[in-house]
């Protein structure tokens, strides 16, 4: 039995140390595996990557509204939240900003825009007239 207890204690250090260096081998194939490590890593990535999406994506509808007189409204929604309504903007706002975000929003909000000075030209014109004719009569009146 003596020699039965010899053995036991050396493995008993051993046991001791084999916990020591367990953890270590332990460690070792874990991180050298294959998928243990490739997984862990692969989780956190999808993770980022979808919250990386939410926080760069921002729902904005912008709608710019205008009339044949060449008023402009603007109206702004983030997301189902109304942030703007209804604010007055100018047309030459409205011909930069287009300019500034594609050619081809630019040349259909410009067609709008001067279909409004044509008709302000035409509107002009007509007062330019009635004005004309009310001087007439003022001057005859003075006369």
Do not use: F, Y
């Amino acid at each position: 039995m003596e020699a039965d207890a010899a053995p036991e204690l050396k493995s008993e250090p051993e046991a001791e140390t084999a916990p020591r260096t367990a953890p270590k081998a332990e460690v070792a194939p874990k991180a050298g595996s294959g998928p243990k490590p490739e997984d862990a890593e692969a989780k956190p990535a999808k993770r980022a990557k979808s919250t990386a999406k939410k926080t760069r994506t921002v729902e904005l509808t912008l709608t710019v509204t205008g009339t044949a007189d060449g008023e402009w409204q603007a109206d702004l929604v983030h997301g189902t939240r109304r942030v703007v309504q209804g604010l007055s903007i100018s047309a030459a706002a409205v011909s930069r900003a287009a300019k500034e975000l594609h050619e081809d929003i630019a040349g259909g909000i410009e067609d709008v825009i001067e279909t409004a000075r044509a008709q302000h030209r035409t509107r002009m014109e007509e007062l330019e007239a009635e004005l004309a004719k009310v001087k007439a009569a003022l001057a005859e009146l003075n006369d």
